[in-house]
Protein backbone atom coordinates (compact mmCIF):
# COMPACT_ATOMS: atom_id res chain seq x y z
CA UNK A 1 0.00 0.00 0.00
CA UNK A 2 1.43 3.63 -0.89
CA UNK A 3 0.84 6.77 0.64
CA UNK A 4 0.50 10.62 -0.75
CA UNK A 5 3.88 11.12 0.31
CA UNK A 6 4.96 7.91 -1.66
CA UNK A 7 2.95 8.36 -4.89
CA UNK A 8 4.38 12.10 -5.15
CA UNK A 9 7.83 10.78 -4.91
CA UNK A 10 7.44 8.42 -7.48
CA UNK A 11 7.43 11.38 -9.95
CA UNK A 12 6.10 10.90 -13.03
CA UNK A 13 7.68 7.55 -15.08
CA UNK A 14 10.15 8.08 -11.98
CA UNK A 15 11.52 11.14 -12.80
CA UNK A 16 12.25 13.18 -9.17
CA UNK A 17 10.49 15.80 -7.93
CA UNK A 18 12.54 19.18 -7.17
CA UNK A 19 11.88 21.67 -4.83
CA UNK A 20 13.79 24.73 -4.45
CA UNK A 21 13.85 26.41 -0.98
CA UNK A 22 14.83 30.43 -0.18
CA UNK A 23 15.06 31.22 3.07
CA UNK A 24 14.34 34.86 3.02
CA UNK A 25 14.45 38.02 5.82
CA UNK A 26 12.97 41.18 4.57
CA UNK A 27 13.59 40.73 1.05
CA UNK A 28 10.56 42.30 -0.96
CA UNK A 29 12.75 43.67 -3.60
CA UNK A 30 14.38 41.18 -4.79
CA UNK A 31 12.61 38.30 -4.16
CA UNK A 32 10.33 38.07 -7.32
CA UNK A 33 13.76 38.52 -9.80
CA UNK A 34 14.78 35.30 -7.40
CA UNK A 35 11.79 33.54 -8.25
CA UNK A 36 11.40 34.79 -12.15
CA UNK A 37 14.89 32.88 -12.56
CA UNK A 38 13.60 29.15 -11.39
CA UNK A 39 13.22 27.03 -14.44
CA UNK A 40 9.42 25.06 -14.37
CA UNK A 41 11.05 22.61 -16.55
CA UNK A 42 13.80 21.50 -16.54
CA UNK A 43 15.28 17.83 -18.25
CA UNK A 44 15.12 14.31 -16.02
CA UNK A 45 13.05 16.10 -13.34
CA UNK A 46 8.98 15.43 -13.14
CA UNK A 47 8.06 18.92 -11.60
CA UNK A 48 9.99 21.83 -9.70
CA UNK A 49 8.10 23.55 -6.77
CA UNK A 50 9.32 26.86 -5.42
CA UNK A 51 8.89 27.01 -1.33
CA UNK A 52 9.81 30.07 0.56
CA UNK A 53 10.52 30.02 4.21
CA UNK A 54 9.67 33.69 5.36
CA UNK A 55 12.38 34.21 8.20
CA UNK A 56 10.30 36.65 10.32
CA UNK A 57 10.24 39.33 7.75
CA UNK A 58 8.80 42.86 8.31
CA UNK A 59 8.28 43.86 5.31
CA UNK A 60 6.21 42.55 2.31
CA UNK A 61 8.18 39.14 1.80
CA UNK A 62 5.34 36.39 2.28
CA UNK A 63 3.00 38.57 0.07
CA UNK A 64 5.92 39.10 -2.80
CA UNK A 65 6.81 35.57 -2.60
CA UNK A 66 3.13 34.39 -3.14
CA UNK A 67 2.37 36.98 -6.32
CA UNK A 68 6.22 36.17 -8.01
CA UNK A 69 4.50 32.08 -8.03
CA UNK A 70 5.82 30.65 -4.77
CA UNK A 71 3.96 27.28 -4.44
CA UNK A 72 4.32 26.98 -0.74
CA UNK A 73 5.40 30.23 2.02
CA UNK A 74 6.40 28.81 5.52
CA UNK A 75 6.48 31.96 7.85
CA UNK A 76 8.53 32.00 11.44
CA UNK A 77 6.70 33.97 13.80
CA UNK A 78 9.91 35.60 14.48
CA UNK A 79 13.41 36.14 12.90
CA UNK A 80 15.15 32.84 14.17
CA UNK A 81 18.86 33.35 11.84
CA UNK A 82 19.53 31.61 8.23
CA UNK A 83 20.52 28.30 9.99
CA UNK A 84 16.66 27.89 11.18
CA UNK A 85 15.05 28.64 8.38
CA UNK A 86 17.50 26.52 6.28
CA UNK A 87 16.67 23.69 8.73
CA UNK A 88 12.77 24.45 8.26
CA UNK A 89 12.87 24.78 4.72
CA UNK A 90 14.67 21.14 4.87
CA UNK A 91 11.91 19.72 7.04
CA UNK A 92 8.92 21.16 4.90
CA UNK A 93 10.51 19.73 1.58
CA UNK A 94 10.85 16.82 2.74
CA UNK A 95 7.26 17.05 4.22
CA UNK A 96 5.73 17.36 0.71
CA UNK A 97 8.15 14.50 -0.50
CA UNK A 98 10.90 16.29 -2.24
CA UNK A 99 13.23 13.77 -4.02
CA UNK A 100 16.00 16.59 -4.69
CA UNK A 101 16.29 19.96 -2.72
CA UNK A 102 17.80 23.01 -4.03
CA UNK A 103 18.67 25.95 -1.62
CA UNK A 104 19.18 29.49 -2.74
CA UNK A 105 19.32 32.96 -1.74
CA UNK A 106 16.85 35.69 -2.67
CA UNK A 107 19.75 38.63 -2.99
CA UNK A 108 19.87 37.24 -6.95
CA UNK A 109 23.59 36.47 -6.00
CA UNK A 110 23.00 33.07 -8.02
CA UNK A 111 21.01 32.46 -10.58
CA UNK A 112 18.23 29.74 -11.22
CA UNK A 113 19.83 29.00 -14.98
CA UNK A 114 22.45 26.69 -12.64
CA UNK A 115 20.23 24.29 -11.05
CA UNK A 116 19.89 21.94 -14.02
CA UNK A 117 24.00 21.35 -13.46
CA UNK A 118 23.97 21.97 -9.64
CA UNK A 119 21.81 18.64 -9.90
CA UNK A 120 23.07 16.63 -12.47
CA UNK A 121 25.57 14.79 -10.40
CA UNK A 122 22.65 14.10 -7.85
CA UNK A 123 20.28 12.87 -11.11
CA UNK A 124 23.47 10.85 -11.89
CA UNK A 125 23.86 9.01 -9.02
CA UNK A 126 27.03 9.98 -7.73
CA UNK A 127 26.92 12.85 -5.39
CA UNK A 128 24.61 13.11 -2.06
CA UNK A 129 25.09 17.11 -2.02
CA UNK A 130 26.19 19.69 -4.62
CA UNK A 131 27.69 22.62 -3.91
CA UNK A 132 27.98 25.67 -6.24
CA UNK A 133 31.56 26.77 -6.76
CA UNK A 134 31.37 30.68 -6.99
CA UNK A 135 35.34 30.80 -8.38
CA UNK A 136 35.94 33.98 -5.79
CA UNK A 137 39.07 33.83 -7.05
CA UNK A 138 38.02 35.52 -10.28
CA UNK A 139 35.54 37.09 -8.81
CA UNK A 140 35.52 41.08 -9.96
CA UNK A 141 33.09 42.55 -7.38
CA UNK A 142 35.44 40.46 -4.19
CA UNK A 143 37.93 42.20 -2.80
CA UNK A 144 41.11 41.19 -2.38
CA UNK A 145 40.80 40.84 1.65
CA UNK A 146 37.75 38.90 0.80
CA UNK A 147 39.08 36.50 -1.50
CA UNK A 148 41.94 36.01 1.08
CA UNK A 149 39.74 35.47 4.13
CA UNK A 150 37.47 33.34 1.76
CA UNK A 151 40.39 31.40 0.32
CA UNK A 152 41.51 30.70 4.18
CA UNK A 153 37.96 29.46 5.22
CA UNK A 154 37.65 27.25 2.82
CA UNK A 155 40.93 25.74 3.27
CA UNK A 156 40.11 24.87 7.38
CA UNK A 157 36.92 23.64 6.11
CA UNK A 158 38.14 21.36 3.78
CA UNK A 159 40.47 20.59 6.61
CA UNK A 160 37.85 20.07 9.19
CA UNK A 161 35.73 18.01 6.95
CA UNK A 162 38.03 15.93 4.61
CA UNK A 163 36.19 17.39 1.74
CA UNK A 164 37.87 18.65 -1.35
CA UNK A 165 35.02 21.43 -1.33
CA UNK A 166 36.76 25.48 -2.56
CA UNK A 167 33.78 27.41 -1.72
CA UNK A 168 32.62 25.74 1.55
CA UNK A 169 30.19 28.89 2.02
CA UNK A 170 28.52 28.84 -0.96
CA UNK A 171 24.75 29.05 0.05
CA UNK A 172 23.51 27.89 -3.69
CA UNK A 173 23.49 24.07 -2.79
CA UNK A 174 21.23 20.84 -4.03
CA UNK A 175 21.12 17.54 -1.89
CA UNK A 176 18.92 14.31 -2.02
CA UNK A 177 16.26 13.33 -0.31
CA UNK A 178 18.92 10.91 1.71
CA UNK A 179 21.48 13.96 2.76
CA UNK A 180 18.55 15.91 3.46
CA UNK A 181 16.92 13.42 5.80
CA UNK A 182 20.79 13.18 7.67
CA UNK A 183 21.00 16.67 7.71
CA UNK A 184 20.81 18.29 11.56
CA UNK A 185 21.60 21.86 11.84
CA UNK A 186 22.22 23.08 15.05
CA UNK A 187 23.59 26.48 14.97
CA UNK A 188 22.05 29.82 15.47
CA UNK A 189 24.54 31.43 12.54
CA UNK A 190 24.86 29.88 9.11
CA UNK A 191 24.32 26.65 8.02
CA UNK A 192 27.05 25.83 5.52
CA UNK A 193 30.43 25.44 7.07
CA UNK A 194 28.27 22.91 9.77
CA UNK A 195 26.73 21.10 6.92
CA UNK A 196 29.74 20.50 5.33
CA UNK A 197 31.57 19.77 8.57
CA UNK A 198 28.51 17.30 9.11
CA UNK A 199 28.85 16.00 5.58
CA UNK A 200 32.33 14.67 5.84
CA UNK A 201 31.44 13.36 9.26
CA UNK A 202 28.45 11.35 7.46
CA UNK A 203 30.80 9.86 4.70
CA UNK A 204 28.40 11.67 2.35
CA UNK A 205 29.36 11.81 -1.71
CA UNK A 206 30.26 15.31 -1.98
CA UNK A 207 30.51 17.40 -5.03
CA UNK A 208 31.64 21.17 -6.76
CA UNK A 209 30.08 22.61 -9.68
CA UNK A 210 31.54 26.07 -10.91
CA UNK A 211 28.21 28.45 -11.00
CA UNK A 212 28.04 32.15 -12.20
CA UNK A 213 27.21 34.80 -9.14
CA UNK A 214 26.53 38.65 -9.47
CA UNK A 215 26.93 41.19 -7.14
CA UNK A 216 24.69 42.08 -4.33
CA UNK A 217 22.95 45.02 -4.31
CA UNK A 218 22.67 45.17 -0.80
CA UNK A 219 24.52 44.61 2.59
CA UNK A 220 24.60 41.51 4.26
CA UNK A 221 21.71 40.69 6.95
CA UNK A 222 23.18 37.97 8.21
CA UNK A 223 26.16 40.30 9.75
CA UNK A 224 27.25 43.13 10.86
CA UNK A 225 30.77 43.66 9.93
CA UNK A 226 33.53 41.12 8.59
CA UNK A 227 35.04 40.54 12.33
CA UNK A 228 31.73 39.58 13.32
CA UNK A 229 31.35 37.06 9.94
CA UNK A 230 34.42 35.57 10.86
CA UNK A 231 34.20 35.02 14.36
CA UNK A 232 30.86 33.68 13.76
CA UNK A 233 31.84 31.21 11.39
CA UNK A 234 35.20 30.18 13.54
CA UNK A 235 33.18 29.53 16.45
CA UNK A 236 30.49 27.23 14.41
CA UNK A 237 33.13 25.42 12.73
CA UNK A 238 34.88 24.36 15.90
CA UNK A 239 31.51 23.90 17.96
CA UNK A 240 30.49 21.19 14.94
CA UNK A 241 33.93 19.80 14.95
CA UNK A 242 34.41 19.44 18.13
CA UNK A 243 30.98 17.62 18.16
CA UNK A 244 32.06 15.11 15.99
CA UNK A 245 35.22 14.64 17.00
CA UNK A 246 35.72 15.04 20.21
CA UNK A 247 38.55 12.70 21.62
CA UNK A 248 40.96 14.12 18.90
CA UNK A 249 40.09 17.98 20.23
CA UNK A 250 40.64 17.40 23.52
CA UNK A 251 43.54 14.93 23.27
CA UNK A 252 44.85 17.39 21.09
CA UNK A 253 44.69 20.18 24.39
CA UNK A 254 46.11 17.85 26.64
CA UNK A 255 49.02 16.61 24.39
CA UNK A 256 49.62 20.78 24.55
CA UNK A 257 49.24 21.73 28.23
CA UNK A 258 50.91 18.28 29.30
CA UNK A 259 54.17 19.47 26.65
CA UNK A 260 54.29 22.95 27.64
CA UNK A 261 53.94 21.83 31.67
CA UNK A 262 56.74 19.48 30.97
CA UNK A 263 59.23 22.25 29.72
CA UNK A 264 59.47 24.40 32.81
CA UNK A 265 59.52 20.70 35.34
CA UNK A 266 62.55 19.86 32.70
CA UNK A 267 63.74 23.74 33.47
CA UNK A 268 64.00 22.77 37.45
CA UNK A 269 65.55 19.61 36.78
CA UNK A 270 68.31 21.34 35.01
CA UNK A 271 68.97 23.75 38.22
CA UNK A 272 68.80 20.72 40.31
CA UNK A 273 71.15 18.35 39.59
CA UNK A 274 73.24 21.06 39.57
CA UNK A 275 72.56 22.19 42.94
CA UNK A 276 70.46 25.39 42.37
CA UNK A 277 67.24 24.29 42.34
CA UNK A 278 65.95 26.85 45.49
CA UNK A 279 65.42 29.48 43.12
CA UNK A 280 63.50 27.44 40.86
CA UNK A 281 60.62 26.23 42.69
CA UNK A 282 58.14 28.69 40.66
CA UNK A 283 59.31 26.43 37.47
CA UNK A 284 58.00 23.03 39.57
CA UNK A 285 54.50 24.44 40.76
CA UNK A 286 53.92 25.84 36.75
CA UNK A 287 54.51 23.00 35.58
CA UNK A 288 52.87 20.49 37.97
CA UNK A 289 49.88 22.70 37.45
CA UNK A 290 49.90 22.37 33.27
CA UNK A 291 50.44 18.49 33.88
CA UNK A 292 47.39 18.03 35.98
CA UNK A 293 45.40 20.21 33.45
CA UNK A 294 46.68 18.12 30.41
CA UNK A 295 45.60 15.14 32.12
CA UNK A 296 41.97 16.29 33.20
CA UNK A 297 41.47 17.44 29.64
CA UNK A 298 42.47 14.34 28.04
CA UNK A 299 39.85 12.56 30.56
CA UNK A 300 37.54 15.21 29.87
CA UNK A 301 37.83 14.17 26.04
CA UNK A 302 37.46 10.45 26.95
CA UNK A 303 34.03 11.74 28.23
CA UNK A 304 33.26 13.88 25.34
CA UNK A 305 33.61 11.06 23.43
CA UNK A 306 31.39 8.74 25.56
CA UNK A 307 28.64 11.67 24.81
CA UNK A 308 29.30 12.05 21.45
CA UNK A 309 28.74 7.96 20.51
CA UNK A 310 25.21 9.04 22.54
CA UNK A 311 24.69 11.91 20.33
CA UNK A 312 25.39 9.94 16.78
CA UNK A 313 22.67 6.94 18.57
CA UNK A 314 20.19 9.91 18.89
CA UNK A 315 20.93 11.81 14.92
CA UNK A 316 20.32 7.71 13.92
CA UNK A 317 16.79 7.88 16.10
CA UNK A 318 15.80 11.27 14.75
CA UNK A 319 16.42 10.17 10.96
CA UNK A 320 14.42 7.31 11.28
CA UNK A 321 11.65 9.09 13.39
CA UNK A 322 11.51 11.53 10.55
CA UNK A 323 10.78 9.06 8.06
CA UNK A 324 8.39 6.99 10.19
CA UNK A 325 6.55 10.99 10.31
CA UNK A 326 7.06 11.14 6.73
CA UNK A 327 5.76 7.97 5.33
CA UNK A 328 3.25 7.34 7.82
CA UNK A 329 1.37 10.50 8.75
CA UNK A 330 -0.08 12.72 6.39
CA UNK A 331 1.22 15.14 4.53
CA UNK A 332 0.91 18.57 6.32
CA UNK A 333 0.91 20.77 3.12
CA UNK A 334 0.77 24.19 3.40
CA UNK A 335 -1.71 25.82 1.32
CA UNK A 336 -0.82 26.94 -2.46
CA UNK A 337 -1.98 30.16 -4.20
CA UNK A 338 -3.87 32.10 -1.56
CA UNK A 339 -6.03 35.08 -2.65
CA UNK A 340 -3.46 37.79 -2.90
CA UNK A 341 -5.88 40.76 -0.96
CA UNK A 342 -5.99 42.22 2.23
CA UNK A 343 -2.58 40.94 3.60
CA UNK A 344 -1.75 41.01 7.29
CA UNK A 345 -1.36 38.53 10.52
CA UNK A 346 -5.43 37.08 9.92
CA UNK A 347 -4.52 36.54 6.37
CA UNK A 348 -0.80 34.97 7.05
CA UNK A 349 -2.50 33.07 10.29
CA UNK A 350 -4.62 31.35 7.63
CA UNK A 351 -2.25 30.40 5.20
CA UNK A 352 0.58 28.71 7.30
CA UNK A 353 -0.71 25.43 8.70
CA UNK A 354 2.57 25.05 10.59
CA UNK A 355 4.32 28.49 11.73
CA UNK A 356 7.14 26.74 13.72
CA UNK A 357 9.58 23.78 13.25
Known amino acids: MTTPSSDRRAGVRGRPFLIVQI ?12 IASIPREIPGVARVEIVVIDDGSTDRTSEVAWSAGA ?6 PINRGLAAAFQTGLDT ?54 RLLQRMGSSIARFLSGLDVPDAVSGFRALSREA ?20 GMLRLAVESIPITASATERRSRLFRSL ?37 PIVRFLYF ?29 GILAELVASNRRLSEL ?32 ARRTTDRGT
Do not use: W
Request: hydrophobic share 45%; aromatic share 6%; with cysteine.
Open 23 to 34: PCFNEEETLADA
Open 71 to 76: DRVRRH
Open 93 to 146: CLRLGADVIVNMDADNQYSGADIHRLIAPILAGRADLVIGDRQTATLPHFSRRK
Open 180 to 199: ALRTTILSSFSYTTEQLIQA
Open 227 to 263: PQFIGSTAATMVRTYTLAKPLRVYSLLGALLTLAGAA
Open 272 to 300: FLRGKGEGHVQSLVLGGVLLILGFVTMLV
Open 317 to 348: ILEKVRRLEIEMAPERELPARPELKNFGPEID
